[in-house]
């Protein structure tokens, strides 16, 4: 089992969603590369709380309140992704290698587990097997979306520039064409395809903006060689990575190993 670590001393308890396990594949990515993903991952675990407390849909995000949260997790959260970014421009093919070995080992590690379900019975043996496989998926998904910040993609609450049609009953089509800085959010669908982000502009109508990757498959994952509207405010010439699907299929990824597909008992069990 992997071991967890705390939260960074600065924040306070409560502030941490959970503490972020260390991921203990080692043989799939580099040493530094874990070691600054794990950074990312415990950055972002420390202001999750605040973070929903602010994006709560049950009520109105203030502009003051977005601000404070960008100001508060500017020197942990920011710092640690530039300093993996660094990293990921020394070579950026063995950084995406790593980005999608992750994508591998996930799917390995659904394999093994629906595997192992074949084989245990018993009800409480399962339930923590399961909870077992939760947090490792967890670890993985987390380490790749690092590596993906680390690529270029922005993180969360980071300056973007974008550009995206939006609804206007006051322009003579109905629509209202916005380029300029926004605050990158999160995506908004299980394939990574669709982002959101939140501007605060007076002669917009609407503080949250979706941009979709193009083009992308119908209900599906992203095209490799496609782009959307949005560049780190930043890096306003680097075109963002591809994004990768949060929940991976067989048939996006290869090279499976097909031990991951049988159960340590399973071939006796079917004598």
């Known amino acids: 089992m992997p071991t967890p670590t705390s939260c960074v001393p600065a924040a306070s ?15 799939v990515l580099r040493p530094e590369t874990i070691a600054l ?14 973070y929903c407390a602010v994006f709560d849909r049950r009520k109105k995000t203030l502009p003051g309140e977005l601000l404070a949260l960008e100001r508060a997790q500017r020197d942990e959260l920011h710092d640690a992704v530039q300093a993996l970014r660094a990293h990921c421009a020394e070579d950026p093919q063995a950084a995406e290698e790593e980005r999608v070995a992750l994508m591998r080992l996930q799917v390995e590690g659904e394999l093994a587990l629906a595997a192992r379900l074949r084989v245990v019975r018993g009800g409480e043996e399962r339930q923590e097997i399961r909870a077992q ?32 049609r939006i609804y206007d009953s006051t322009q003579p089509d109905g629509k209202f064409t916005y ?5 990158y959010v999160s995506s908004y669908d299980t394939h990574n395809v669709s982002h959101i982000v939140r ?6 109508n609407r503080e949250e903006l979706h941009l979709c990757w193009e083009p992308h498959e119908h209900w599906g994952n992203a095209a490799p060689h496609g ?14 990575p591809h994004p990768l699907p949060r929940w991976p299929a067989e048939s996006d990824v290869q090279g499976i190993d097909p031990r991951a597909r049988i159960a340590v008992g399973e071939q006796t069990s079917l004598l």
């Open 179 to 183: 380029r300029g800085q926004a605050l």
């Open 199 to 204: 501007v605060h502009d007076l002669e917009v």
């Open 227 to 240: 782009d959307i509207a949005m560049r780190v405010a930043a890096r306003p010439d680097h075109p963002l």
């Open 37 to 50: 993903c794990h950074r990312v991952r415990t950055a972002e675990s420390v202001h999750f709380g605040a």
């Open 133 to 164: 496989a939760n947090e490792r998926r967890a670890t993985i998904f987390e380490t790749r979306d690092a590596l993906s910040c680390g690529l270029g993609w922005p993180h969360r609450l980071e300056a973007v520039l974008v550009t995206a």
């Open 13 to 27: 308890a409560d502030s941490c969603r959970y503490s972020v396990a260390a991921l203990d594949d080692v043989a």
